[in-house]
C-alpha cells in the first residue's frame, strides 16, 4: 500500500504502459492464440466479381491429408443469419441479404464459396485447391452512374435497383436563389478512389466451444468486441450470455476492424457444428478482397459567393460506393460526411443530397475519418478554385469566412452546434511555423524563372465531429444502437485500482491515458492503476471504439466514474474520521478533516478499510466501486490548420512534400506523446490518400492493386518530417475538455497535399490532379496545358 | 521430412519438418514463439524480420530448412534478464510503436542497421527501414527513435 500522491497526470507526456510488451514480443495477437486440438480454417473465395454458383463440391477436399471437415454455403445456411447492417439511413433503404458465405451468387471477387477446416494452416490452404466449384458469370457493375441507368445489370437482382438510398439534407435559403443572387460560383467534380486501409495485424478470429454448456469464446481482432458480441448473438442464434468475445492486442484497425465480418460467424458455426476450436486468419491477399474498403465516392460541389469572397451557398451531390453488400454502417458513412461539408464556415444556403450505389465490389466502410476526410477534401479543395477564380489568397479567403472564435457556440448551417473553437489562433499558428510568406515569395521566384521544379502551397482548414455520439442524433440518423459509453472502477484492498473501460483500444493507448485521468481524480499513483478492456465477461458493457470516441466518451465516463468511487469513499471517510461529509476536505487522494490536518485518510487506506469493513454504519455499502454509464450531450468538435510545401517535378512528375506543418486543437490534452504520435499517423493515411494509395479494379472487377507489392502503403523514406504544435480551446461539453485526435490528421492532410500540388501546377493551367497524384498523372496534367 | 537443427534465442532446438515450412511459421507454430508477427504474405511489410546468423531477414522470405545449422534472433531474445537493449527503451521512450505490430520488425532492422552504420542520418534510417511497413507512427518517432540510441552510442 503507498499514501505517495500524484498530482496532474493529465498534461503528463507519459511514455506508455502498453509499450512493455510490445517491444519484447510478449504479445496476445489472436493469431497467437492457440489451444488443445485447434484446428485451422481456410475459405475458397469467388475469383469473378459476379457469377451464379450452379455447383460446389467439397468432397474432394476431405480426401486431402488432415482435414477434419469442408463446407459449402448451403451446408452453413442453415442457423447462419444474414450479417447486420445496423445504419438504415432512410425508411426506404434497399437492405440485400447478406450471407457470410454465398449459397447461389457472388457479388464480389473475394466473396467466400466454401471452407475447410484441417490440423494445420498448411494443410488448409491445400485443401482449398480440392474444392470444385462451377460458376456461371453474370456481368460485373463497377460504374457508379451506370449503374444507376435503367437497363444496368443489377447487383441483387431481387431487388430491382442498385440504387440503395438517397439521403438529402437541405437547410437555409434555397441554394437555385442563392446561386441567381451569387457574384461567382465555382463547380467541381471530385473523386475519393477506394482505399484499403491495411492495419498491420491482418484480422483473424479463433472461437473455442465448451460444448456441455453450449458456451463459445471468440477472440478476434476487432475494434468491438461488445457490438460484435450481440451480432454474433443475432447472426448464429447462440444465445448472448453464452457468446463471450474477447479482442486481444489489436494491431490497429483504422475502421477496418470495426465490423461484423462473415469470417467471424463462419468460425463460429463452423466450431459449433463440429465442436472442435477453430481459427482463421487471414493472409493479406486475402485480407485486400475481404475486409472493408473506405472511401470510393465522387463528389459533385458547387459553391456560391460574392465578389468580395463571402460564401452564400454550397450544394454537394454525392454517389457513393457500398460495394456488392451494406455491412455494419456502411450507408452511415457519408451520412456523417453530409454534416462537415460546411466545414468551419458560414454560409446561407446547404444543399446536399447522397446517392448509394450497389456495385460488384468489396463492401465499404468505415476508414480513419470515415466520411468526413471526404467532406474536408472537397470544401478545402473548392475554396481553393474559389479562391483562384476571386484572386483572393487562399487563407486570405478563408478567413472571410470562417466562425470568429467569439461566435461560439455556433449552430453551423448543417445543424451542428460547435460547442468552441478559435480557428484563427491554429492558423496564425500554423503560419508562423511554417513561414507561409517567405514560401510564397520563393514560389513567385520559380515561377518567374521558368524553374522545372515548381514550389505549392496548399492550406486545409478543417473541424470535424469526433465523440460519437449523443444517443438521441443517433436515433434521428437511424442508427440503430445508442452513443453511451461505459467505465467502472473497482477499487482492490490493497489500495490498487482497475479500470474497467468499455471501449477497446488497438494502438491508441488507452491503458495510459485512462490510467492519468483516474489517477488524477482519485488521487493514487498512475503505476497504481490498471486498465481493464476488450474482454466481454471482465469489462462487460460497452460500444467500443471508432470515430474518436474513446477519449472523449470513454475517458469521461472514467472521470465520471473516479468521482462517484470519490463519492463514496468520502462517506466511509467520515465514518473512519469520525466527522461529517462535510467537514472533509479531499486533496491530492488525501481525505482530511478541515482545521485538523493530522486526521487524515488516504482513499487507498480507505479501500483497505472498506475491504475489511468491520464496523460500518448500518446502511453504508462496504464498497468504493463505481460504475458510470455516459451518453454525451454534444458532439466534440477538434479543428486545425495544415500547411503543406511540395516541390513538383514538371519533367517527371514526381511530388516531393518538402515541409508539413499543422496545429491540431484537440482541447485539453490528456497525453501529448500520445497525441503527437495519433497526430503523425493520421497525417500518413490521409497524405498516402493524395499520393499513394488506390484499390484498382480492373473492366471485369478483379482487384488489380491485390498485394501489398500493388498497392502502395508509404515507408519511411515516402514520408516527410512533420511539425505538429497545438493550439487548446478545451471543449465545454465533457469534463475533461477534451475533443478527440485519431482521424485529425488524416481528415486534414488530403486536402493540404493536394491543394500544394494544384497551386505549384496553376501557372499551366492545371486545377485538378485525380487522388493518388502520381507522378504519371501530374506528368499528363502538365502535358495537357500550356502554361499561362 | 527434413531434420534440422537451430539455435533460436539461445536455446537449440531439434525438429523434423516439412521442406516447404516458413522459418516464421516454424518460429511461431512450432517453437510457440510468437512474438516474431505476420504481416503480408508477399515479404512487402517486414513484420516478420529476425536475425539469421546476425543479419536481418524477413523470416516469410526463408525455409525453415534453410535455417538448419543457424542461429536465429528474434524480438523475445533482445531483453536479458529483464534488461531492454537501447534501442528497445528507445522505442519506448520516444513513442515510437502504437499498435506495435510492425515494432518487432522494425527493431531487428534497426539493430542490423546500427551495427552496420552506428550514426546514420534521418534520410539514411529511413531507407534502411524502407522494407518496414508501419500504419501508426508516420516513421518520424521510429527515426528519432533509431538516432537517439546511435548519439548514445550504446550497443543496439
Redesign the interface.
Known amino acids: 500500500m503507498t499514501d505517495q500522491a500524484v498530482q496532474g497526470e493529465v498534461g503528463r507526456a507519459r511514455?506508455?504502459k502498453?509499450?512493455?510488451?510490445?517491444?519484447?514480443?510478449?504479445?496476445n495477437?489472436t493469431?497467437?492464440i492457440?489451444v488443445n486440438g485447434l484446428l485451422h480454417m481456410a475459405i475458397l473465395r469467388s475469383p469473378m466479381a459476379h457469377a451464379r454458383i450452379t455447383r460446389v463440391d467439397v468432397s474432394p477436399a476431405l480426401e486431402r491429408p488432415g482435414v477434419v471437415a469442408a463446407f459449402s454455403g448451403a451446408d452453413l445456411a442453415e442457423g447462419l443469419g444474414s450479417l447486420p447492417c445496423a445504419w438504415p439511413v432512410t425508411e426506404d433503404i434497399v437492405l440485400p441479404d447478406h450471407p457470410p458465405i454465398a449459397v447461389d451468387e457472388v457479388r464480389h471477387a473475394g466473396d467466400p464459396v466454401a471452407l475447410v477446416v484441417a490440423r494445420?494452416?498448411?494443410a488448409a490452404a491445400d485443401a482449398l485447391e480440392a474444392i470444385e466449384v462451377d460458376y456461371d458469370p453474370l456481368p460485373p457493375v463497377l460504374d457508379l452512374e451506370a449503374a444507376l441507368a435503367d437497363d444496368s445489370p443489377l447487383v441483387h437482382s431481387d431487388k430491382g435497383t442498385n440504387r440503395c438510398y438517397v439521403w438529402p439534407l437541405k437547410t437555409g435559403e434555397d441554394f437555385d436563389s442563392v446561386r441567381r443572387r451569387a457574384e461567382v460560383t465555382v463547380k467541381r467534380r471530385y473523386v475519393h478512389q477506394r482505399l484499403i486501409p491495411?492495419?498491420?495485424?491482418?484480422r483473424a478470429v479463433v472461437v473455442t466451444p465448451l460444448a456441455a454448456s453450449g458456451e463459445y469464446t471468440l477472440y478476434s481482432a476487432t475494434q468491438i468486441p461488445h457490438i460484435l458480441r450481440v451480432m454474433m448473438a443475432v447472426v448464429t442464434g447462440i444465445p448472448e450470455h453464452k457468446i463471450r468475445v474477447i479482442a486481444p492486442?489489436?494491431?490497429?484497425g483504422?475502421g477496418s476492424k470495426l465490423q461484423v465480418y462473415g469470417e467471424e460467424a463462419l468460425a463460429l458455426a463452423v466450431a459449433r457444428r463440429i465442436g472442435r476450436p477453430v481459427k482463421w486468419t487471414e493472409?493479406?491477399?486475402e485480407g485486400y478482397l475481404a475486409t472493408h474498403h473506405g472511401r470510393g465516392m465522387i463528389q459533385d460541389i458547387e459553391v456560391a459567393a460574392n465578389r468580395d469572397g463571402r460564401l452564400l451557398g454550397l450544394k454537394v451531390d454525392l454517389l457513393t460506393d457500398m460495394g456488392a453488400y451494406l455491412m455494419l454502417v456502411t450507408p452511415g458513412i457519408p451520412i456523417l460526411g453530409a454534416f462537415m461539408y460546411p466545414a468551419i464556415y458560414k454560409m446561407d444556403s446547404y444543399d446536399f443530397t447522397c446517392t448509394g450505389v450497389f456495385t460488384t465490389r468489396t463492401p465499404t466502410d468505415a476508414y480513419r475519418g470515415a466520411g468526413r476526410p471526404e467532406a474536408t477534401f472537397a470544401i478545402e479543395r473548392i475554396m481553393d478554385e474559389l479562391a483562384h477564380e476571386l484572386g483572393l489568397d487562399p487563407v486570405e479567403l478563408r478567413r472571410r469566412n470562417w466562425i470568429g472564435h467569439e461566435e461560439f457556440p455556433y449552430t453551423s448551417i448543417a445543424g451542428l452546434t460547435y460547442d468552441t473553437g478559435n480557428y484563427e489562433a491554429a492558423t496564425e499558428k500554423a503560419l508562423a511555423l511554417f513561414d507561409y510568406d517567405k514560401l510564397r515569395a520563393e514560389q513567385a521566384d520559380r515561377n518567374n524563372r521558368g524553374d522545372t521544379v515548381r514550389l505549392g502551397i496548399g492550406v486545409s482548414t478543417y473541424t470535424e465531429m469526433c465523440g460519437l455520439a449523443p444517443s438521441r442524433v443517433l436515433r434521428d440518423l437511424r442508427y440503430a444502437a445508442g452513443g453511451w459509453e461505459a467505465a467502472s472502477i473497482r477499487m482492490l484492498p490493497t489500495g490498487k485500482v482497475e479500470v474497467i473501460t468499455g471501449t477497446s483500444p488497438?494502438?491508441?493507448?488507452h491503458v495510459t491515458s485512462w490510467s492519468q485521468i483516474a489517477a488524477d481524480v482519485l488521487g493514487v499513483p498512475f503505476e497504481d492503476v490498471e486498465v481493464v478492456h476488450g474482454d466481454t465477461k471482465a469489462a462487460p458493457q460497452g460500444m467500443d471504439t471508432y470515430g474518436s470516441r474513446s477519449l472523449v466518451v470513454g475517458g469521461s465516463a472514467v472521470h465520471h466514474a473516479a468521482v462517484k468511487v470519490v463519492d463514496k469513499a468520502r462517506k466511509i471517510a467520515a465514518h473512519l474520521l469520525e466527522a461529517s461529509e462535510q467537514d472533509l476536505e479531499f486533496s491530492g487522494g488525501v481525505f482530511s478533516v478541515k482545521g485538523s490536518p493530522d486526521a487524515r485518510k488516504t482513499i487507498q487506506e480507505i479501500a483497505f478499510e472498506t475491504f475489511t469493513s468491520h464496523d460500518l454504519p448500518d446502511g453504508l455499502e462496504p464498497s468504493i466501486n463505481a460504475e458510470h454509464l455516459l451518453d454525451p450531450e454534444n458532439f466534440s468538435y477538434p479543428h486545425g490548420t495544415h500547411l503543406c510545401a511540395v516541390e513538383v517535378d514538371t519533367e517527371t512528375g514526381q511530388t516531393r512534400i518538402r515541409s508539413y506543418v499543422c496545429v491540431d486543437d484537440v482541447g485539453k490534452v490528456v497525453n501529448p506523446?500520445?497525441v503527437?504520435?495519433?497526430v503523425?499517423?493520421?497525417?500518413?493515411?490521409g497524405i498516402a490518400q493524395a499520393l499513394y494509395e488506390e484499390a484498382v479494379y480492373d473492366d471485369e472487377g478483379n482487384l488489380v492493386s491485390g498485394?501489398?507489392?500493388d498497392y502502395l502503403?508509404p515507408?519511411?523514406?515516402d514520408?516527410p518530417?512533420?511539425t505538429t504544435e497545438r493550439t487548446e480551446t478545451p471543449s465545454t461539453t465533457n469534463p475533461l475538455g477534451v475533443k478527440g485526435v485519431g482521424e485529425a490528421g488524416t481528415i486534414a492532410s488530403t486536402p493540404a497535399v493536394v491543394n500544394a500540388i494544384v497551386d505549384a501546377l496553376r501557372p499551366f493551367g492545371v486545377n485538378d490532379i485525380r487522388m493518388p497524384c502520381t507522378p504519371e498523372r501530374v506528368w499528363r496534367a502538365v502535358r495537357s496545358q500550356k502554361e499561362a | 521430412m527434413t531434420h534440422i537443427s537451430v539455435k533460436v534465442d539461445g536455446t537449440t532446438y531439434e525438429d523434423d519438418v516439412e521442406p516447404r515450412l516458413l522459418l516464421v511459421h516454424y518460429l511461431r507454430d512450432r517453437l510457440g514463439l510468437t512474438g516474431t508477427p505476420i504481416g503480408c504474405d508477399t515479404s512487402n511489410c517486414g513484420a516478420c524480420t529476425i536475425e539469421l546468423d546476425g543479419v536481418s531477414v524477413k523470416s516469410c522470405s526463408v525455409l525453415a530448412v534453410q535455417a538448419d545449422g543457424s542461429e536465429v534472433t528474434t524480438v523475445e531474445g533482445l531483453a536479458r534478464d529483464g534488461e531492454l537493449t537501447a534501442l528497445q527503451r528507445a522505442f519506448h521512450e520516444k513513442h515510437a510503436l502504437q499498435c506495435g505490430y510492425c515494432t518487432p520488425g522494425m527493431l531487428m532492422a534497426a539493430r542490423d542497421l546500427l551495427r552496420e552504420h552506428p550514426h546514420p542520418t534521418a534520410d539514411e534510417i529511413r531507407h534502411a527501414l524502407e522494407g518496414n511497413l508501419c500504419r501508426c507512427t508516420g516513421y518520424q518517432n521510429i527515426v528519432r527513435a533509431v538516432q537517439a540510441v546511435s548519439e548514445e552510442e550504446v550497443p543496439a
Open positions: 511514455p506508455r502498453e509499450d512493455a510488451r510490445l517491444i519484447t514480443g510478449q504479445t495477437w493469431d497467437n492457440s494445420d494452416r498448411y491495411n492495419a498491420m495485424e491482418p492486442d489489436v494491431g490497429g483504422f493472409s493479406r491477399s488497438h494502438g491508441q493507448g506523446t500520445i503527437e504520435g495519433q503523425h499517423g493520421g497525417l500518413a493515411q498485394t501489398m507489392a502503403v515507408s519511411a523514406p514520408l518530417e512533420f
